[in-house]
Structures are given as structure tokens and as C-alpha cells.
């Protein structure tokens, strides 16, 4: 009925159908018959075939005769031969007698060419040879009279997998004819059910090649074309533009009519009095142009944040017409049209009003914004807090329904926020007499200047601290108190962050990247810590408990500190340094979206007084951040001396720590068929970390007497003490002394004071002779540890004088020495780093080190902040650094952290030597205290738990609630009457690093090991805690009293302590501590053994500190599980889960996170993530311990996970889904496109969102490690295949990935230049052009231009002169 042209366009779009393809499929033999007969003789539908065979479906042999029997008898006919080449490469042919290759080939003599003939032929012969094969396994098991056949013992079915007796026993008497009809039956199923899949997977594929068009679209400007490249800086120079396009956009925009200048605008609003009018001055008001010198700053919270991040891209025009809004209120000149009061009943501070107005953006919309005050950094100095006016942008309002209903509703919220704040601990005191501007009596008031222009005013403020609970009357003598406003959800116990707009935050705005946050205003906690000054050079220790904001105020002093260097016209060397590669790239995120936004604002009118554009600003005058390994690696080879490692052991080591990810690795292992489990190094050194020596420990080390030491133990003292100490570098003591062998002596360690080792003579003389058995094992084993890595550096360093330093420095030698050094989380490092840091500054008073020795991750490394004043005052001078306390906790209310602080008063008491001495954390807000219960069977607490109101057999828990188990042990032996989702329970050890606002602590101390040693507690005396809460710094916490004259005190058995005896209990402790401030609302501690949590049940209850419900009470007041919790609750928790989802949790994470988002309706999120987590099931299955049958269904899973993956239409599963397609063993030449479309992706994402960059980049390491891949794959077929097409393929991603050896031996081989054609497509791929700028094969097109790959450069040479060009 149709001409083909038609019909093939019908067929194109059936064929994305799953249902038809799957049709299709099935009747694809008889489809091309139909098609290759034309009922009008006007020979076959080409255009209908053409469609078909790109389908990459199954046809049979007759069908194939049909078509080739019916073509033009024309060898060079271009459909002929493309046609005989698509069914070779991309279909398959399918035989059905011995005859069937002769019925093809005896039609391809009279209408293919040369070429054609020799693929379809090829095609033919490999699936006659296949059925021939089946054949012949058919005959072997018609030869068995069961249908069975026997080899090797094993019992073996139709398909050659072995059956189990029992299957044989109760398998029915079928004849080889229905056997073997049922295996062709499943068999074909599954082909066609993988078949179908492969299709879809060709789909998708689609949507991620479109992907990467966009994102060339918006990478960065190039500098002018390859000829500037011979001046490298003065490329970098001339590329100095704005990098954004929709940037470029907005000023282009803004270029076409004339911009106002401040004082423009300010005397146009004078004169406004219309919406028109308003409208009008906003077109003349330039985005990108925010003027520092205004004299209002303009303040947004986070709900004014999000509804730039909703709506930038659905509703951009909408976004910059509110900041242009902004911008005019930032003038002080505010004329009725423009602000509005706004009527409010809520009252804060005291009864003072709240100052709300509103200002309209059209009919739909409204900004709501408050005269607020605010503390005020630019205004503050170091001893001097001020607080001023600002223009407080709570919400952007948008309903077109009832726009008055949503304003009364944000009106509410703010209401609540300030009535929240004023049962904050900190508040402000005001100084009303040092106000500046007197002619107003209320400092909610503004001021007027001289010219009618409104203009915030400022006052002298103090930041105090009140216990909770205590009186908030009124201050007195001219003084008032402030409180600031906190968030209006109950269960949220934190104060509200705001953001400040200047030109830098607006870009970032408009930018609506999702890598760029703004960064909150600093308080006056950060204040005082970014401009604490001693009177002489010290360096700063800063100590705090996880949640009181370390990590914050070290990135507020590390961007303070850059900007005083750069005012000084100065370019020293800052570093930042940690252990953990993801605390590292956070900071460097949070310290560059510093320099986007923070435009300084200098009062003055030069324009070179402006802070310049971040963009503009190259790495070298930016600070260094890393992490130790690499700072380590960068050490061993600029020092002078014997480095470390060798040039494949450096290169191994930096490979393995940057692909960290389990699918590189695993990548990697199946391309070169490694054991992933093998312990012993075979190339070169590896490195000993705890897990291997945990292996070592098993198997080598613990011999088979009893100990009372453990692994972990042994491992401390190793790493920390007989290794890692300042004594074991013996530096001075004898230079010759080999950097291997710098370890303390059996007479150094038993010389060490308790305070350091706290293990007994005895103890230690049993670590030290493990220790020597382990260092031979170690290096027999060709291994090294990271102490032999320190020491080396070391002896190398102490060789050095001040003056060598300075030389390398002057030869430019980075990172010696540092001007100022910057250490996070420093509790992870030893005695032994820190030396050789300190060593390595330019000034050792110049340091700047935070951390915790209560949440140590790093394992093996015993810290105390005691002990590096030490090291500071016996090495460095005598001067000891500033120690700083974070006691501030802004992540758990009071009563969760009086708990918490209880647990820590016994660790200080019976464990003092491993940890430093704290203050206990100080809630911001009081909250709900813990509570106890004490049950006898688990349908009891399930009962207490829900009560009467529980309508299912299960807990239904919330999105932010959790179950904490003592160890995995306990998890699994949780009782089905429980009724919880096992995905809700974790071990502490799993929860480590996780927040939930609920958290029930089920059976810790009827599991503990300790068992009743508990009963210690009764040691803890009035005096001890007395002596503890004796400094008022302390007391100021709000710890309650203990109360002894409870009759509980006598119900606990006495127990005396012995620190040896009982050493188990440190651990038990810290547990203890850690599962409970997991909690940010409320802790429930439930246990079924009452004789063994009484002891601690007792002390919580004498303390105060805890609630109790007994067997005849509930919790249904509070309604902690089952909480009813919203949608995008739900929503942003299984964010959070995929986030969280590492190590040892990640399948927990994982399965969380797939609920969250079930919970939330979010169905394609859901199956993304259960396709990530089969995925993570499959990674490192041993296909070669699978027998035949398991081989075919974990084939088929492959397909399937390949395909969610896919469908997730995620840049970050597209390499999980090659892999899967990689272990198929099917497709190795579309495995390498995607291997390459992923790096493509990764490359073109990167530089697009990165404004600093400039073209052409350089792709990153894991961006070159799938260039590789895809190379490796791509000359694997190429071998098979022989196409020019495939080479090019492989050469374009070696050079890519930077294997120009690799890409030279290719040329040099003859297999990728025959002809003069063939070169001149070769050399396209070398030369540099204004087109390819944006493509990663830039970077080696500039390294060719400039003869910096010589052997591939010789290789193209060799080429030209053979094809004679």
C-alpha cells in the first residue's frame, strides 16, 4: 500500500517499540522475504532493508538467498555491497541445514563486489561452522540412551551443564527430541530476550551522544587559535574573557542599551513613582555589574537560595529580574512602588517588631524581605564585633492561585524562625549608645543621610553565651539583647546561615551550576578565629568535637589570610593538606566558590581596588591543596638524595590512589586478568595498610599462643610510637643510619612514659617482637609501609639547611618551602609527618592545625593535641602554638549532647591518656532528653515503640530514623517479632560519618563483650566530677548535677578498675559516644538484659540526663517511628544515602537509598539506584567458577543491569555500564565507543563547568585511563577486522589518553596508513585547528605542533614517505 520511502520511516520508529521489536525479532527471517519480493517488480525495498538490517536482528539462510537472488546483478551497486557488509558485521546468519551456505553464496558471484563478497563469506562460513558444532553436540548426547552423556564424573544436560542427583532422580522420562527441542526453545528465548535489550541499549546510547553535544557547546573560550602557543604565558594572558556562554549572553544583552551608573540609578528611583516606571529603570541595570560601594548589603537565606536553584533554568527571565530588584534596594533609595510594608502580629528580641516588606515583581510574585541586623565582617576587627543593618531576603513568593495566602504563609515561617532563635544559647548583646546614627532611638529603624537616602545603621555588639534554661531578661544601661533567627521546623535545632550578594555570587546565580554553592556569611565565632593574632608568631591548634564547624573556620582563615597576601602585592605558598581525598577536594570546592563570590568590597573609588574576576586568576597564584600521599610523592622527587620509590613504583602508586573507584579497578583487572585478592606484590613495591596487615596478622603474625593484644593494637603501636614518633626518626643522632631502619629500639619504646604507649612492659615486649617478625615479612613480601615512606623523606630533609630550602625554592622547586600551611583533621597523622612539615615551613609558627582525637579514621594513628605543643616547644624554639576549643556543637541539640558529654567525662576519667581534655559540647538549643527502655522481650519494645497505633507487622520508619546495632553478629540475630526492615539497622561501624534525626541504640550493652564490666562505673566518684566540672568554661555547658542521693547509686555491684583488665572498655566507649551523636533530635537506648545495661542505666538516670519508659508506657507523644515524613523528605534522604554509599556500607547505602526514592514516588531514581546496586553485586563475579547455564543467566543479567544503567541517563553509570557490556565478551567494539563516549562525557562536563580553565585542556587521569580502555578494545577488534575505520579509532584515543609510544608503534606496524588517503585522514588527527579547541585531543595536537612526541612524530614521517606523500 506504502512506497517504501514511507513505509521505512513507519518501521523506523516500530523498531524503538520494545513490544515490536520484540515482534520483530521473532519474524525477522520472514519480514526480509517480504521485503525482498516486491509485488510491483520494481526489485527489492532498499530503503525498508536498509532500516531492518540496522536493527542487528537474526535472519535464517533461505531468507538471506531471497534477498541477494533478487538485487541488481551489479557489482559496484552501492546498496549491494553495503548491504552484504551490514549483514556480515551487524546481523546474524542463522542455519538450518548443511546446505544452507551454499543456497547464500552461490547468489553473491554476480552482485557484490570484491570486498562484499569476502565479508558476507566470511559471515557464512563462521555460521556454518556454529552449526555444525551444535550438531555435533546433539549427536553426542542422542549417543547416551537417557539423553544424558557422562564426562569427567559429571552428569551433564542439553545445554552441557551439570545436574545435581537429585535433579536426575526426579527429572522425567522425556525423549532426545523434546530435550533437545526445550534447550533450542530456552536457548532462543534468551538470545532473543538479550537480542531485544542490545537494541535498547543501542537507543539510549543515543541520548548520551547528545549529551556530549551540549556540553562542547558551553566549554570555554579558546585563546585565539594553536600560533600563540609558542608563549605559553602570554596565551594565558590574552584569555582573560568571561568563560560562561550564557554569561557572554547576558552582557552581550546588556551592551545593546545603555547601562545606569550608580548614581543614575539612584536618581531614577528618586522620580519613580509607576510600576512602568520601575520596569523601565530595570532594563538599564547591568547583572553582572553589582556595586560594592552601595550602602545596604543585601543578605539571602537558604529558601531565597533554592528558589534561584528551581528556577534559573525553567524561568531565567524571572531570576534576573529579582536580583535587578535586589540591586535597586541595595541603593537605600526606596520609593513606595518599589518596597512595601508588609503587616506582621509577630513580635522578637523582646517585643520588638518584625521591620517586613515586600516588593512586587509582577502579579504572580513577590520578594519578602526584613530590615534586619546582622553581624557585620567588613565593619569588625580582631576585639571589635559590630553588627549592622541589612536587607534580609527571607523568600521569593510565587502563586498564581492565591499569591496572598502564600505571602500570610511565609510570613508565619518568618514569624517562627525569630520566635525559634530566642532559645538559642548565643545571643548578642547590642550597645545602643555607640550607635552611629542617634537620631534614631530604635535600632530596628533605619537611618536617613543628608541626600533622603535610607542607610543601614551599625552598633558596637558582644557575642554572649547563656546556660539553657536560665532567665532571658531584658540587658540594661543602653544595652539590648539580639538573638538571630532559627530555623521554623521543630525537629531542627540549628540557626539560619545567610548568604551574601555581591557581582561574584550574582554570576554564580546566574551560572546555576550545581558544583557551585554560595558560602555563608562568617559569624563571630569565625570572625574571631580568622583574625586571632598572638603578640608573638605562634601557630594555631584548634580543637573541637565533630559538628562545631573546624573544617569551616580553618577555610574562613585559609581565604582571609590569601586575601591579606594579595593586598600586600605578596605570592607566598599556602598549602592545605589532610589524609582524607574527599575532605581534600571539599575545601578546595568551598575555597575557590570563595573566590567566585566574594567580590571584596573596598570603600573606595578605584576600579583597581576591586578584587579581579576568580576566572582570571591562574593555579600558580592560587594555594596548593593536598592530600599527604601526595604531598609525600611530590616530596620524594624534589628533595635531593636516594627517592623513595622507583619511576613504575611512583607512577603504580599515584594510578592506584587517584582510581580509587571499584569499576576502574575492576576494569583493569578483567583487561588483564589480575587476582584482586592477591596479597603478595609481584611488580615492584605496594604498600602495607591495614587491611593487608590484618591478612598478615591471620595468617603470619598471631601465632597460637593467647594475647591480650589484637591486631589493632599492635598496628597503633607500630604506626604511632615505634615508627611514627618524633624519637624514632633519630634525627642528628647518627646521619648515616639507614632511612629504612630509623625505629625505635626495644629500650627507646620500653622507655617511653605512659603517657605516650599505654601498654605495660610486658605488653610492649610482645608488640616489638611482632613488630620484627613484621618487618622481615613485609619486606620479603615486597612491601612497604608509610613510615619507611616518612623516614626516608626525613633523613633527606635534615640533610637540608634553611639556606638549601631556600635554593630549591629559588629553582623553582614547588611546595618548599610553604609560607603557610594549613592541616586538617590532623589527628590522622603522626609524631613523624607533622616533624617534617613543620621542617619544610618557612616559618613553623605559621601553622594552622584543627582536628579531634575523639573521631581518629585513620587507623593505627594515637593522637593528642598535648603532644604536638610538645613537639613545637622541645624542637621549634620553645614556642608554643595557641590552642583554640570549638565547644559551639551546631549539629545535636543539648539533650543529646549532655548524653554524649557523660559518656566522654568516663572515657577522660579511666582512659585520660587517649584524648585530649575538652570542654563537654555546648547544644545551641535545649531539646529532648534520651530515653531508656528497659525491656524483657522485643514485641514489648515493639509495642512501647507503636503501640496501640501500629497498623502493620512492621516498623514503618521514617525518612531520617535508623536502628544501631553493636556488630554485624548482633544485626543478623535481630528477631523476625523486631519488625523492622533490616536495610533500616546498621552497626555503629556503618553509621560512622552518617546523620539521622532519630536513632534507636537496640541491645549495645547486652552484646558488648565487656559483658559486666560495666559495673566500673561506681567508680566515678562526686569528688572526680566535681574536680571535672571545676572550670567554668565547662560548667557553662548546662551539665546537670549528679544527683547521689538517689537510691540507684547502691544498685550498682561495685566493680574496682584495672586499666589492663579492663582496656576493652576505651573501645566499648567510643562506641558508645559515636552511636549517639549520630542523633540530631532524639536517642532511644532499649535493652533486653537488664543486669547488664543497669550499671550504665543507673548512671544516666543518677546524671539526669535521660528519660525512662517503663513497660506500661509508649512513646506515642513524641511518634518518633513511623513519622509521617514529605515527599521531597524522602527525596533528599536517598540523595543523601547514594552520596553516603563507600566502603563497607555502600550496599546498605545503596538499598536505603532505592527506598527513599520509592517512598518518594521517584521511580526512575529507584531503579537507577537498584541497577547501581545489582551492579555492585555483579562487579567482581568469578565467571570462570560458573559452569555453563550460570554462564548464560549471568550473561543475561549483564544485558539487563547494562540497560537500567543506561536508562538511568547518568554520565557516572555509563562506565558502569561498558564494564557490564565488557564482561559480556559480545561487543568489545561498542564497549570501547562508550569507554570513550564516558571520557568524552567526563572531559566536556569538566571544562564546561569550570570557568578557570583554558583551552585546550589537558584531560585528567581517569579521564586518560578510558581513552585507554577504549584504545586497547578498539585494537583488539581492529587485529580481527583490519578496517582503516577501526585503527583511527584507536589511534585518536591513545593519543587522548597520552600513549604516543603506543600510538607511534601502531603507525610503524603498517596496519593503519596503506594509501595516501589513509594519511591525509591520519594527519587531520595531529595538526592543530580552531575546530578540534574543545575535542582531548587538543593537548596532543599542541604537544605535535611543538615536537614534544618525538617518536610518534617520526612515525607519521616514515608514514608520508611510504604512501609517497
Not at 760 to 787: C, H, M, N, P
Request: with cysteine.
Amino acid at each position: 500500500l506504502l512506497d517504501d520511502i514511507s513505509s521505512s520511516q513507519i518501521l523506523k520508529a516500530a523498531l524503538k517499540s520494545p513490544e515490536s521489536l520484540a515482534f520483530f525479532t521473532t519474524h525477522a527471517s520472514q519480514v526480509l522475504e517480504v521485503f525482498s519480493l516486491s509485488s510491483s517488480n520494481k526489485g527489492v525495498r532498499q530503503d525498508d532493508i536498509t532500516v531492518l538490517l540496522t536493527a542487528k536482528l537474526t535472519f535464517n539462510a533461505k531468507s538471506v538467498s531471497v534477498l541477494l537472488s533478487n538485487l541488481e546483478k551489479d557489482r559496484s551497486d552501492p546498496f549491494n555491497n553495503n548491504t552484504a557488509r551490514t549483514l556480515s558485521s551487524t546481523c546474524k546468519i542463522k542455519m538450518e541445514s548443511k546446505t544452507d551456505n551454499k543456497l547464500v553464496l552461490n547468489h553473491t558471484h554476480e552482485c557484490l563486489g570484491k570486498r562484499a563478497k569476502k565479508e558476507i563469506t566470511e559471515a557464512v562460513n563462521q555460521a556454518f561452522k556454529d552449526f555444525m558444532k551444535l550438531k555435533q553436540q546433539q549427536a553426542r548426547m542422542s549417543s547416551s540412551p537417557s539423553g544424558k552423556i557422562i564426562g569427567g564424573g559429571a552428569t551433564l544436560d542439553a545445554n552441557g551443564v551439570p545436574i545435581t542427583k537429585e535433579e536426575e532422580e526426579e527429572e522425567p522420562d522425556e525423549t532426545n527430541e523434546e530435550m533437545e527441542r526445550k534447550a533450542k526453545e530456552e536457548m532462543e528465548r534468551k538470545l532473543t530476550a538479550m537480542s531485544i535489550q542490545g537494541q535498547k541499549i543501542t537507543s539510549t546510547y543515543q541520548w548520551y551522544t547528545e549529551l556530549l553535544k551540549e556540553f562542547e557547546t558551553k566549554a570555554p573560550k579558546d585563546n585565539g587559535g594553536f600560533d600563540q602557543y609558542d608563549n605559553d604565558d602570554e596565551a594565558k594572558a590574552n584569555d582573560v574573557g568571561e568563560n560562561d556562554e550564557r554569561t557572554n549572553a547576558i552582557l552581550a544583552a546588556s551592551a545593546k542599551k545603555k547601562t545606569l551608573s550608580s548614581d543614575q540609578l539612584v536618581a531614577a528611583l528618586t522620580s519613580c513613582e509607576t510600576e512602568d516606571a520601575l520596569a523601565d529603570i530595570e532594563t538599564g541595570i547591568d547583572l553582572l555589574k553589582w556595586d560594592s560601594l552601595s550602602p545596604w548589603i543585601i543578605d539571602i537565606t537558604e529558601h531565597a537560595h533554592k528558589f534561584f536553584r528551581r528556577h534559573i533554568k525553567k524561568d531565567r527571565a524571572l531570576c534576573e529580574r529579582v536580583i535587578r530588584r535586589l540591586m535597586m534596594l541595595s541603593t537605600g533609595r526606596w520609593p513606595y512602588v518599589l518596597c512595601k510594608h508588609l503587616r506582621s502580629n509577630g513580635r522578637t528580641n523582646f517585643g520588638k517588631k518584625i521591620n517586613l516588606y515586600e516588593t512586587k515583581i509582577d502579579s504572580a510574585s513577590r520578594i519578602i524581605w526584613e530590615v534586619a541586623l546582622a553581624f557585620s565582617p567588613r565593619r569588625s576587627s580582631k576585639g571589635n564585633n559590630v553588627c549592622e543593618q541589612v536587607v534580609r531576603v527571607w523568600d521569593i513568593v510565587l502563586d498564581h492561585d492565591n499569591l496572598s495566602r502564600a505571602i500570610d504563609q511565609t510570613i508565619e515561617r518568618i514569624e517562627k524562625s525569630h520566635k525559634r532563635g530566642e532559645d538559642c544559647a548565643i545571643w548578642a548583646e547590642i550597645d545602643k549608645k555607640a550607635q552611629d546614627h542617634p537620631s534614631s532611638s530604635n535600632e530596628a529603624e533605619d537611618a536617613t543621610n543628608s541626600d533622603g537616602i535610607r542607610v543601614p545603621k551599625y552598633f558596637a555588639m558582644s557575642q554572649e553565651v547563656s546556660v539553657i534554661g536560665t532567665g532571658r531578661d531584658e540587658a540594661t544601661d543602653g544595652k539590648s539583647k539580639h538573638f538571630d533567627p532559627a530555623s521554623d521546623d521543630p525537629r531542627q535545632y540549628t540557626l539560619l546561615k545567610f548568604y551574601e550578594l555581591n557581582e561574584g555570587a550574582v554570576k554564580m546565580l546566574l551560572d546555576g551550576k550545581d558544583n557551585m554553592d554560595l558560602p555563608f556569611t562568617p559569624g563571630p565565632k569565625e570572625h574571631e578565629i580568622i583574625h586571632h593574632r598572638s603578640e608573638t608568631p605562634k601557630s594555631l591548634l584548634l580543637m573541637g568535637r565533630s559538628g562545631t564547624g573546624k573544617t569551616t573556620c580553618l577555610v574562613f582563615r585559609m581565604w582571609a589570610q590569601y586575601h591579606e597576601y594579595r593586598q600586600q602585592g605578596t605570592r607566598p605558598k599556602q598549602m592545605f593538606l589532610t589524609k582524607n581525598e574527599v575532605l581534600c577536594r571539599e575545601v578546595q570546592r568551598s575555597f575557590n566558590n570563595m573566590g567566585r563570590a566574594w567580590r571584596k568590597r573596598i570603600e573606595t573609588n578605584d576600579p583597581a581596588a576591586i578584587e579581579p574576576d576568580w576566572s582570571t586568576i591562574t593555579d600558580a597564584e592560587k594555594p596548593e591543596f593536598l592530600t599527604s600521599s601526595e604531598w609525600l610523592e611530590n616530596l620524594d622527587v624534589v628533595l635531593p638524595g636516594e627517592q623513595f620509590f622507583t619511576p613504575f613504583e611512583l607512577k603504580k602508586r599515584v594510578d592506584t590512589r587517584k582510581e580509587k573507584d571499584s569499576v576502574t579497578k575492576g576494569i583493569e583487572d578483567y583487561l588483564t586478568g589480575r587476582d584482586v585478592d592477591e596479597i603478595v606484590s609481584t611488580e615492584g613495591r605496594e604498600e602495607m595498610n591495614f587491611p593487608k596487615f590484618l591478612k598478615l596478622w591471620k595468617r603470619k603474625l598471631r601465632g597460637s599462643r593467647r594475647s591480650s593484644l589484637n591486631e589493632a593494637i599492635v598496628w597503633r603501636e607500630i604506626k604511632s610510637f615505634i615508627k611514627g614518633s618524633i624519637v624514632s626518626l633519630h634525627i642528628g643522632d647518627n646521619e648515616d643510619r639507614s632511612a629504612q631502619d630509623r625505629y625505635l629500639s626495644l629500650d627507646e619504646y620500653l622507655a617511653l612514659g605512659k603517657k605516650e604507649s599505654r601498654l605495660d612492659e610486658t605488653q610492649r615486649r610482645e608488640a616489638y617482637e611482632i613488630f620484627v617478625k613484621y618487618e622481615k615479612l613485609k619486606k620479603e613480601s615486597g612491601f612497604y609501609d608509610e613510615g619507611d615512606l616518612v623516614h626516608n623523606i626525613a633523613s633527606r630533609v635534615s640533610r637540608l639547611s634553611r639556606g638549601d630550602i631556600e635554593a630549591l625554592a629559588m629553582q623553582g622547586v614547588s611546595l618548599i618551602p610553604v609560607d603557610s600551611l594549613f592541616v586538617d583533621e590532623v589527628q590522622d597523622f603522626t609524631q613523624s609527618e607533622l616533624y617534617v612539615l613543620a621542617m619544610l615551613c618557612r616559618d613553623p609558627n605559621n601553622l594552622f592545625l584543627a582536628g579531634d582525637t575523639a573521631q581518629s579514621i585513620s587507623q593505627g594513628v594515637d593522637f593528642r593535641f598535648t603532644d604536638v605543643r610538645q613537639i613545637f616547644f622541645e624542637h621549634f624554639g620553645g614556642t608554643k602554638p595557641d590552642l583554640l576549643q570549638l565547644t559551639h556543637n551546631y549539629r545535636s541539640h543539648a539533650g543529646v549532647l549532655r548524653l554524649a558529654a557523660c559518656v566522654v567525662e568516663l572515657m577522660y576519667h579511666f582512659f585520660g591518656n587517649s584524648l585530649d581534655r575538652l570542654p563537654p559540647d555546648l547544644g545551641l538549643f535545649n531539646g529532648p532528653k534520651p530515653v531508656i527502655m528497659d525491656v524483657t522481650s522485643t514485641e514489648e519494645l515493639v509495642l512501647m515503640l507503636d503501640g496501640s497505633k501500629r497498623e502493620t507487622s512492621r516498623i514503618e520508619f521514617g525518612a531520617h530514623q535508623v536502628v544501631i546495632v553493636r556488630s554485624e553478629e548482633a544485626k543478623k540475630a535481630l528477631p523476625d517479632e523486631f519488625g523492622v526492615d533490616p536495610d533500616w539497622v546498621m552497626t555503629v561501624q556503618e553509621s560512622k560519618g552518617l546523620e539521622f534525626d532519630d536513632v534507636l541504640l537496640y541491645n549495645f550493652f547486652s552484646d558488648s563483650p565487656a559483658e559486666d564490666l560495666w559495673r566500673i562505673v561506681s567508680n566515678y566518684t562526686e569528688e572526680d566530677i566535681k574536680a571535672y566540672y571545676a572550670d567554668a568554661t565547662v560548667a557553662s555547658s548546662g551539665i546537670q548535677k549528679y544527683d547521689w542521693d538517689s537510691p540507684l547509686l547502691n544498685d550498682t555491684r561495685h566493680l574496682d578498675f584495672d586499666v589492663n583488665s579492663h582496656k576493652i572498655l576505651e573501645v566499648e566507649l567510643k562506641m558508645l559516644y559515636t552511636a549517639i551523636t549520630r542523633a540530631r533530635v532524639n536517642v532511644f537506648i532499649a535493652e533486653t538484659d537488664s543486669e547488664l545495661s543497669r550499671p550504665m542505666f543507673n548512671y544516666f538516670q543518677r546524671r539526669a540526663v535521660v528519660d525512662v519508659v517503663n513497660r506500661e508506657g509508649s512513646l506515642s507523644s513524641v511518634r518518633v517511628f513511623g513519622a509521617k515524613d514529605t515527599i521531597e523528605d524522602w527525596k533528599n534522604r536517598g540523595e543523601y544515602y547514594l552520596e553516603k554509599a563507600e566502603g563497607d556500607r555502600q550496599n546498605s547505602c545503596l538499598r536505603l537509598a532505592a527506598k527513599c526514592f520509592d517512598k518518594a514516588g521517584d521511580t526512575k531514581r529507584m531503579n537507577q539506584t537498584l541497577a547501581y546496586l545489582s551492579f555492585t553485586e555483579i562487579e567482581n563475579a568469578d565467571e570462570k567458577k560458573m559452569k555453563t547455564k550460570q554462564k548464560l543467566q549471568f550473561k543475561e543479567k549483564l544485558y539487563s543491569i547494562t540497560e537500567q544503567l543506561l536508562e538511568a541517563r547518568d554520565v557516572g553509570f555509563l562506565n558502569k555500564a561498558a564494564f557490564c557490556l565488557l564482561k559480556t565478551e559480545e561487543h568489545d567494539e561498542y564497549t570501547a565507543r562508550m569507554f570513550e563516549l564516558y571520557a568524552r562525557l567526563t572531559y566536556a562536563k569538566r571544562i564546561s563547568e569550570d570557568d578557570s580553565l583554558m583551552l585546550p585542556v589537558t584531560p585528567t587521569s581517569h579521564e586518560k585511563k578510558y581513552f585507554q580502555y577504549a584504545g586497547q578494545l578498539f585494537a583488539k577488534v581492529h587485529k580481527s577486522d583490519g578496517t582503516f575505520r577501526l585503527a583511527v579509532d584507536c589511534f585518536r584515543n591513545y593519543v587522548s589518553a597520552g600513549m604516543y609510544d603506543e600510538a607511534a608503534d601502531m603507525i610503524n606496524s603498517g596496519n593503519l596508513v596503506r594509501n595516501n588517503k589513509e594519511f591525509r585522514s591520519l594527519y587531520q588527527l595531529c595538526i592543530p585547528s580552531a575546530d578540534t579547541m574543545r575535542d582531548p585531543t587538543a593537548a596532543f595536537r599542541k604537544d605535535f605542533q611543538r615536537k614534544k612526541c618525538v617518536k610518534l612524530i617520526e612515525a607519521v614521517k616514515s608514514a608520508a614517505i611510504s604512501v609517497g606523500n
